[in-house]
């Protein structure tokens, strides 16, 4: 194909400056259907950003096969933040170089190893059957080091009951506490968009999720026990990020909704 454009402007130009022009105007022209087709062979990447594409990037914003759902969906990568779970859930820049990952679950030579703990998220939240291959690994390592290293942090650090071990003591008082809390629904609407839509809107694009709109036969202490603890391929919310208060208004919308 180069070639043939490349014929039909020498009689204007001189070779040289020729070749120059065509592969700096028509490199990037020329790479996007292609990397088009391949998307809809696998039927997998989505499209999305202005920054360069590469095949590790391509490979983080990929949707899962199985239930639809992307790295790129929950963690940020700095170009991505108009997501809105990637203000819930870690960065992934510099997550290579990180001392430990999942508060100290995945250390040392492991964080390597498994893209700094991707390959857990990769059977836990995209549901794909066969494991992370190590090349798609090394991608993801790339990656993350291709985002930069400035102000990377060596370990995330946050507060959660769901880890090392689900803390079902703790659940129970988080529970009693969200009990004795007046649930704003119309600030549990809002939350609800950010935190819980991707999956569970009206419109949501990934599959296999309950619909907790109509028909929720749960209450306050099950909403509850799924935001702090996830479920499945529901993570789990941190306690930093999202409050007791916010989970009690959070179930004031949803219970509302489902006219209880
Ligand atoms: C449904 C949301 C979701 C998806 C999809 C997902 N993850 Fe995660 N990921 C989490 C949660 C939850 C944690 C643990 C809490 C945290 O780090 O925010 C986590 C942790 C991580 C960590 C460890 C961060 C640290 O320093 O402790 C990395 C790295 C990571 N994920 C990368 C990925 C990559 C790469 C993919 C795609 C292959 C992916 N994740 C898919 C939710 C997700
Ligand atoms: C990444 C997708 C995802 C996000 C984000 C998410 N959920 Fe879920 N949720 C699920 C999936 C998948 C299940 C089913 C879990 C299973 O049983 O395997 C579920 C189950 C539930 C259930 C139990 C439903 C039932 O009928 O048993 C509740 C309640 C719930 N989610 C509430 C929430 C709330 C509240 C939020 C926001 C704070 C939220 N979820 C965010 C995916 C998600």
């Known amino acids: 194909m180069a070639l043939l454009k490349f014929k039909s402007f020498r009689t204007a130009y001189a070779i040289a400056a020729a070749s120059v022009i065509l592969i700096s105007s028509c490199g990037s022209e020329e790479k996007a259907p292609e990397t088009k087709t ?5 039927d997998t990447v989505s499209k999305t950003s202005d920054t360069k594409s590469s095949p590790g990037k391509d490979f983080f914003y990929m949707k899962s096969s199985s239930n639809n759902i992307a790295c790129a969906d929950c963690h940020g990568d700095g170009s991505n933040s108009d997501r809105p779970l990637t203000k819930y859930f870690s960065d992934i820049k510099g997550a290579d170089k990180r001392k430990s990952t999942f508060l100290g679950k995945i250390s040392g030579e492991e964080v390597k190893k498994t893209a700094g703990g991707a390959t857990l998220c990769w059977e836990a939240y995209m549901k794909m059957k066969t494991p992370m291959t190590p090349e798609q690994i090394e ?7 291709s985002l930069g290293s400035g102000d990377t942090q060596s370990e995330v650090t946050y507060e959660t009951i769901a880890l090392p071990d689900k803390d079902k003591a703790k659940l129970k008082t988080e529970q009693d506490q969200i009990l004795k809390l ?12 950010n935190a819980c839509a991707t999956c569970h809107g009206e419109n949501a694009s990934v599959k296999k999720v309950p619909s907790i709109l109509e028909d929720f036969d749960g209450n306050v202490k099950s909403i509850t026990y799924n935001v702090r603890f996830g479920d499945g391929s529901m993570p789990f919310f941190k306690l930093n990020l999202l409050s007791n208060q916010e989970i ?6 949803i219970l509302k909704i489902n006219g209880k």
């Open 38 to 42: 391949d998307t809809q062979k696998k």
């Open 139 to 145: 991608l993801l390592n790339g990656y993350y080091a």
């Open 182 to 193: 007046t649930g704003d629904p119309a600030k549990g609407e809002v939350l609800f968009k």
């Open 248 to 253: 009690a208004d959070i179930s004031a919308h």
